[in-house]
Nanobody
């Protein structure tokens, strides 16, 4: 069973940066979409961005607006989310997901595996 463990969340002021990590164990997919989602209180979980492990291609939600970057260290099976120019509206629990079964990358229903999440709080 794939296990995903996120880390790196915290509290920052608006304009600051954070780098989230997601360590995958027992991860054997050779071609997969590994993604970051977030969920704010009272809101649905939404896709932040994804990386296709086959070729390293990435896609992002419109609200990212060039502020976030997803990368993956394939030798260590670690997924990263570098977040710059953070805004208070970025405050949420951030989750990594893997094992896209079917559907679009930004649908939470599409993934077999989830981490427990890491909290990001951005103050104004």
């Amino acid at each position: 069973q794939v296990q995903l463990v996120e880390s790196g969340g915290g509290s920052v002021q608006a304009g600051g940066s954070l780098r989230l990590s997601c360590t995958a164990s027992r991860y054997t997919y050779s071609r997969d979409f590994m993604s970051w989602f977030r969920q704010a209180p009272g809101k649905e979980r939404e896709g932040v961005g994804t990386i296709y492990t086959g070729n390293g291609g990435t896609q992002y939600a419109d609200f990212v607006q060039g502020r976030f970057t997803i990368s993956k260290d394939s030798t260590k099976n670690i997924l990263y989310l570098q977040m710059n120019s953070l805004k208070p509206e970025d405050t949420a629990m951030y989750y990594c997901a893997a094992g896209l079964s079917e559907g679009p990358w930004n649908s939470a229903r599409s993934y077999r595996h989830w981490g427990q999440g890491t909290q990001v709080t951005v103050s104004s």
